[in-house]
């Protein structure tokens, strides 16, 4: 920790573009001394969550004229936002994060998103998946293309996603698994038993898909039974944990601290469609930030020691739109605010170029621009934090605009 | 071992002999299976016998006649048991829905709550009669068309009132037209009370308006968005942000009929003229008349009859029957057919079976935990008295019935479906489903939420029938690994081995 302390905190660099900074150092993300490998957990929240009122803009008149009935007030003012630079505050809801935000774990980048401009849900969490905004046909997801430009052997232990499906962002050639965390997570399964299994074996001896599947899955149960297990035991002292969101986030981060093979993790949450009743510092929204922000603060202590070695990124197919509709709530928009919380994170700032709200700085005249492409954002991360390459990161955003070819140097020294 | 090798050898040779005349045997078993797999949920061993009976192309054009097929005295016998299913959408409401005050007394929160455990009745019994149709029904391509449109036009139960009408949405929308007229599925979903409240149409209004107030005073986009989307054009299928603007204008007014209405009191969704906006529109480069309902009525005739809608509603249908990835030409054809027949599903259908693609397909289609758990339920032949372990394993397989949250309802592809994770858990079903492990038999005999149940002896299943259905199609590899385990789990490995997990 020293060691980090030391490096001063500088001030980001811009892209190409002049868009995007970088929230890291370059020194902060060497492995740490015992060897500990850098960490990944992206949650992707599925249904556009509306970022201007998770990161409110609360120093543009325009916002609060867009938004008679939804809009946060501003801090200081009853039930306003909290104060977090001089224009933007947080959502209430989310005060469980002040703590990462005053210590400087916790930043932001806003007005970020995809460029495509599809306002689809579905296309748009396939962009952000597959990584290749507008490009549908990309078979694999960027995840994945990442475990395959880390070093190492792959072992799908590798990539870990919470729940009971794998999704497109870890979709490809790479094994990686899929874990329902949660109370039942380390009951034993007849599969378990040997003789069982020798026999199942013999059923997916061949190398299709459900062969590599079902083997992958095997190994991972095999690998993480024993981490499951412990984790339980550490968190309750036996006894079932609850089945809440910040119960599993508090899990997987212990599960990560316990096992250092996990290198990325990924987790969805929906529900963040408010197009009716979105609420402003209650309702809605505010039922479903405040257990992001319980949970996003039970991952990091869960990691414990790790989080020092952990980035995690929060990000959303699309923003919704600045105007409130005619039902107090907002339909499909465009640029977002992305999340990103890590030990080592150059946190405690705003990044990203703020367009700003009046009517000609909106996109299409309704939503707030997008000044930093998700990928731009991302490879800023990705490239010191796991070490890649410029090639490399290209190999997990291919064609992404000429930012982030750049970006291993503006990470600077 | 040396002797059993000896055994095998001779088996082997023996095979090897006869091999003409049992390829071309295996082939009609596999063709009979093929079109079980497809047109029902997998076969059970009564249907199989049946279809190898009739013959395929029979058993096809039977199933696209469902009216004329008679439902087993069971299934009559079990839907008949369901206090909630006959129920209209304003009785629903009236029973289960929120409390009202009366005379101006409001409920208590004890009241609330005990209306709340008394609506999960009604879902509960939607689900039920759900799996208890697709298990038992002979209606089969009934049932597999109810889950292919339910998931194309989905709802949630979990979104205000739709707990309550999420069955009547299936019985009284979609179920009637699943092999009817396109256009005539679409109008009855778009007035069904249940779309109205999941895609916020309810809402819809013309700012400023006499009608706009409250909740509801200005457009909202979502349903007309996803009208246009997911329900008929697709994606790419050319419409842009502003004709989704305008579509939620034309579709303004079209609303839940508010609990205790002195206006069509009998009916649950309405047109409501004093949201409606009036003023002239331009919808996908076509002039709309202010004729109020009407002009929504013609847009949706506008959207249903389009060349994209089509190609989108041809794609997904050969998507569900042939493959992933559907061959394009395949594609082509049904959406001539769409355009050709204005869109009628059981014409598009008949050229769908008809086709080489469809009957190349076999096993290319891996199953989704739906189509998973209710063919091994049918396969295995037992009774099912007690629905609740499996409903509850669609859920542990990330599938819950009713529980999907969003508009593009649940994928069928591998790629939505496969996953480490999936493979064991298949194979834990199988195991506790072949053990006698799930107590699918035990009877209910109410209690609170009515999970109370008789005591059951488990019994192990018979593997000898799933030979029987299966013998002759398994992969050479997965008869190896049946027949070279222990008799006690045959049945597990057939249910959990990577033929059973296609269809």
Same mark, same amino acid.
């Given at each position: 920790m020293a060691r980090r302390r030391s490096i001063p905190r500088r001030f980001l660099l811009k892209a190409v573009s002049g868009a995007a900074l970088l929230p890291f150092g370059h020194m902060a993300w060497a492995a740490s001394a015992d060897g500990d490998p850098p960490r990944l957990i992206v949650l992707l929240l599925r249904g556009a969550v509306d970022g201007l009122n998770v990161v409110v803009p609360y120093g543009e008149a325009a916002y609060y004229s867009a938004r008679p009935t939804i809009a946060i007030a501003r801090p200081g003012e009853p039930e306003g936002a909290l104060a977090l630079d001089?224009?933007?505050?947080?959502?209430?809801? &989310?005060?469980?994060?002040?703590?990462?935000?005053?210590?400087?774990?916790?930043?932001?980048?806003?007005?970020?998103?995809?460029?495509?401009?599809?306002?689809?849900?579905?296309?748009?969490?396939?962009?952000?998946?597959?990584?290749?905004?507008?490009?549908?046909?990309?078979?694999?997801?960027?995840?994945?293309? &990442?475990?395959?430009?880390?070093?190492?052997?792959?072992?799908?232990?590798?990539?870990?996603?919470?729940?009971?499906?794998?999704?497109?962002?870890?979709?490809?050639? @790479?094994?990686?698994?899929?874990?329902?965390?949660?109370?039942? @997570?380390?009951?034993?399964?007849?599969?378990?038993?040997?003789?069982?299994?020798?026999?199942?074996?013999? &059923?997916?001896?061949?190398?299709?898909?459900?062969?590599?599947?079902?083997?992958?899955?095997?190994?991972?149960?095999?690998?993480?039974?024993?981490?499951?297990?412990?984790?339980?035991?550490?968190?309750?002292?036996?006894?079932?944990?609850?089945?809440?969101?910040?119960?599993r986030a508090g899990q997987l981060g212990r599960l990560l601290d316990g096992d250092p093979r996990i290198r990325l993790a990924f987790i969805a949450l929906g529900g963040w469609d408010t197009h009716v009743d979105q609420g402003s510092h209650a309702g809605? &929204?505010?039922?479903?930030?405040?257990?992001?922000?319980?949970?996003?603060?039970?991952?990091?202590q869960g990691l414990g020691r790790t989080w020092r070695d952990t980035v995690i990124v929060v990000l959303s197919e699309f923003g919704r739109t600045v105007h409130e509709n005619g039902d107090r709530g907002t339909d499909h928009g465009h640029g977002n605010v992305i999340w990103v919380a890590g030990g080592a994170v150059r946190g405690g700032r705003i990044y990203g170029d703020w367009p700003g709200l009046a009517a000609a700085q909106l996109y299409q005249r309704r939503d707030l621009a997008v000044t930093t492409d998700f990928r731009t954002a991302l490879a800023a991360i990705l490239g010191p934090h796991l070490h890649l390459s410029d090639r490399q990161l290209d190999r997990v955003f291919p064609g992404a605009p000429p930012g982030v070819s750049g970006l291993g140097q503006l990470a600077g020294a | 071992?040396?002797?059993?090798?000896?055994?095998?050898?001779?088996?082997?040779?023996?095979?090897?002999?006869?091999?003409?005349?049992?390829?071309?045997?295996?082939?009609?078993?596999?063709?009979?299976?093929?079109?079980? =797999?497809?047109?029902?949920?997998?076969?059970?061993?009564?249907?199989?016998?049946? *279809?190898?009976?009739?013959?395929?192309?029979?058993?096809?054009?039977?199933?696209?006649?469902?009216?004329?097929?008679?439902?087993?005295?069971?299934?009559?016998?079990?839907?008949?048991? +369901?206090?909630?299913?006959? +129920?209209?959408?304003?009785?629903?409401?009236?029973?289960?829905?929120?409390?009202?005050?009366?005379?101006?007394?409001?409920?208590?929160?004890?009241?609330?709550?005990?209306?709340?455990?008394?609506?999960? +009745?009604?879902?509960?019994?939607?689900?039920?009669?759900?799996?208890?149709?697709?298990?038992?029904?002979?209606?089969? +391509?009934?049932?597999?068309?109810? =889950?292919?449109?339910? =998931?194309?036009?989905?709802?949630?139960?979990?979104?205000?009132?739709?707990?309550?009408?999420?069955?009547?949405?299936?019985?009284?929308?979609?179920?009637?037209?699943?092999?009817?007229?396109?256009?005539?599925?679409?109008?009855?979903?778009?007035?069904?009370?249940?779309?109205?409240?999941?895609?916020?149409?309810?809402?819809?209004?013309?700012?400023?308006?006499?009608?706009?107030?409250?909740?509801?005073?200005?457009?909202?986009e979502n349903f007309a968005r996803e009208v246009m989307e997911l329900h008929t054009l697709g994606v790419n299928g050319g419409y842009t942000q502003?004709?989704? *603007?305008?579509?939620?204008? *034309?579709?303004?007014?079209?609303?839940?009929?508010?609990?205790?209405?002195?206006?069509?009191?009998?009916?649950?969704?309405?047109?409501?003229?004093?949201?409606?906006?009036?003023?002239?529109? *331009?919808?996908?480069?076509?002039?709309l008349d202010a004729r109020g309902r009407a002009e929504g009525e013609e847009a949706l005739d506008i959207l249903a009859s389009s060349p994209a809608t089509a190609h989108h509603i041809a794609y997904e249908l050969a998507q569900y029957f042939v493959a992933d990835a559907p061959p394009p030409a395949l594609v082509d054809r049904l959406a001539a057919r769409f355009l050709a027949t204005g869109g009628d599903i059981r014409q598009v259908l008949q050229t769908l079976f008809a086709s080489p693609e469809f009957w190349d397909s076999a096993g290319q289609k891996y199953k989704t935990p739906y189509e998973y758990v209710i063919s091994a339920v049918r396969a295995a032949g037992v009774p099912v008295n007690n629905l609740r372990p499996l409903i509850g394993w669609m859920s542990r397989f990330g599938m819950p019935l009713y529980g999907c949250q969003t508009p593009d309802g649940y994928a069928n592809t591998q790629q939505a479906w496969l996953s480490p994770n999936a493979a064991i858990q298949r194979v834990s079903f199988a195991i506790a489903l072949a053990g006698g492990g799930l107590p699918i038999g035990a009877l209910p005999v109410g209690g609170e939420d009515g999970a109370a149940l008789l005591p059951h002896r488990p019994d192990p299943i018979d593997p000898a029938p799933l030979e029987e259905i299966f013998g002759a199609s398994l992969s050479r590899s997965t008869r190896a690994a049946v027949e070279a385990a222990p008799g006690g789990l045959r049945a597990a490995l057939i249910f959990g081995s990577p033929d059973f997990m296609r269809r």
């Open positions: 001089g224009r933007f505050g947080l959502h209430p809801a &989310l005060a469980s994060l002040l703590p990462l935000w005053r210590a400087e774990t916790l930043a932001f980048i806003h007005a970020a998103g995809s460029p495509d401009p599809n306002r689809s849900h579905f296309e748009a969490q396939r962009y952000i998946e597959n990584g290749t905004p507008g490009d549908s046909a990309t078979p694999d997801g960027w995840m994945n293309r &990442l475990l395959q430009v880390l070093p190492g052997r792959r072992d799908p232990t590798e990539a870990l996603s919470v729940g009971p499906i794998l999704p497109r962002i870890l979709d490809g050639a @790479a094994p990686s698994t899929n874990l329902p965390l949660g109370p039942n @997570a380390a009951r034993a399964l007849p599969i378990d038993r040997p003789q069982i299994a020798a026999a199942f074996d013999r &059923l997916y001896a061949g190398d299709d898909a459900l062969d590599r599947a079902y083997r992958e899955g095997r190994q991972a149960r095999t690998e993480l039974l024993g981490d499951l297990a412990r984790e339980q035991a550490i968190a309750a002292g036996g006894a079932p944990p609850p089945s809440s969101f910040a119960a809605q &929204l505010a039922n479903r930030l405040r257990p992001l922000g319980e949970g996003l603060a039970a991952l990091t | 071992m040396s002797s059993r090798y000896a055994g095998l050898l001779g088996a082997a040779c023996l095979l090897l002999l006869l091999l003409p005349m049992r390829a071309g045997a295996a082939d009609s078993d596999r063709q009979v299976i093929h079109v079980l =797999n497809r047109l029902a949920f997998g076969p059970t061993l009564d249907d199989f016998n049946y *279809v190898k009976l009739i013959g395929v192309e029979r058993y096809v054009a039977e199933q696209l006649e469902p009216e004329a097929i008679d439902e087993p005295i069971e299934l009559r016998f079990r839907l008949a048991q +369901l206090t909630t299913l006959g +129920l209209g959408a304003v009785e629903l409401r009236g029973l289960y829905g929120p409390l009202r005050p009366v005379a101006g007394v409001k409920p208590s929160v004890d009241e609330i709550r005990a209306q709340q455990a008394r609506a999960r +009745l009604v879902v509960r019994e939607a689900a039920e009669a759900r799996i208890l149709k697709a298990v038992l029904s002979r209606r089969q +391509l009934q049932q597999v068309m109810v =889950n292919f449109w339910f =998931n194309h036009f989905n709802i949630f139960s979990g979104k205000g009132l739709d707990r309550v009408w999420i069955g009547n949405y299936e019985d009284q929308a979609i179920r009637p037209h699943a092999l009817g007229r396109f256009r005539d599925l679409l109008l009855a979903v778009a007035q069904h009370p249940a779309m109205l409240v999941y895609l916020d149409n309810t809402e819809d209004a013309a700012p400023g308006s006499p009608g706009a107030r409250g909740a509801a005073s200005g457009l909202n502003g004709d989704v *603007v305008t579509l939620a204008r *034309v579709l303004t007014g079209w609303r839940v009929n508010p609990p205790g209405s002195e206006k069509f009191p009998e009916v649950a969704a309405i047109f409501d003229g004093t949201r409606h906006d009036y003023s002239p529109k *331009v919808f996908l480069g076509r002039k």
